[in-house]
């Protein structure tokens, strides 16, 4: 079976493994397009909403997660800009909100998606313990090929 890689989904948090997610997305396959993929978290948004009536100003929720998607684009952008400037022609990019796990599983059927590329920690190691990481529920469920990225610092084994 010859399978080939055309797209494949790099999901960052923005949290420090989203860098080691890029590159290696980068380095595993050289012609295939990368779509940079974040989720602003429905937790988050649920949170904000419960509280945003303690918020001087009163900001909407709707304007709140267009403030955070600003924001992330933002960052995205310079993540790209300083570290894969060389391959940015091969990335686009995307932010969805919405239950991590559930919003990759769509987004590999929307888009079409060849390969998904992931941290197997980031920004939700509180919610990992309450309910399991978006990872672990990716790798099960997922249709396509997922490859775990991993800090070898973090994730050193004992001898």
């Known amino acids: 079976m010859k399978k080939k890689i055309h797209k494949i989904l790099a999901c960052v948090d923005l949290s420090e493994y989203s860098s080691m997610v890029l590159e290696y997305s980068v380095e595993l396959v050289q012609h295939a397009h990368i779509v940079v993929y974040n989720i602003i978290n429905q937790l988050d948004v ?3 909403e419960m ?4 918020i001087p100003g009163n900001i909407s929720v709707e304007d709140f997660v267009k403030n955070l998607k600003k924001e992330r684009e933002r960052l995205i952008r310079d993540l790209i800009k300083q570290h894969f400037f060389e391959h940015k022609s091969r990335m686009s990019f995307m932010i969805d909100v919405g239950v991590p796990s559930i919003q990759i599983l769509k987004t590999v059927d929307r888009e079409n998606i060849d390969l998904i590329v992931m941290a ?3 920004k939700g190691n509180i919610e990992r313990v309450l309910f399991g990481s978006a990872a672990e529920k990716v790798f099960r469920h997922s249709p ?3 490859v775990s990225i991993r800090d070898r610092k973090i994730f050193k084994r004992e001898k």
Request: glycine share 8%; no cysteine.
């Open 51 to 54: 509280v945003r009536r303690d």
């Open 120 to 122: 197997n920690k980031g």
């Open 46 to 48: 649920d949170a904000f």
């Open 144 to 146: 396509v090929p997922v």
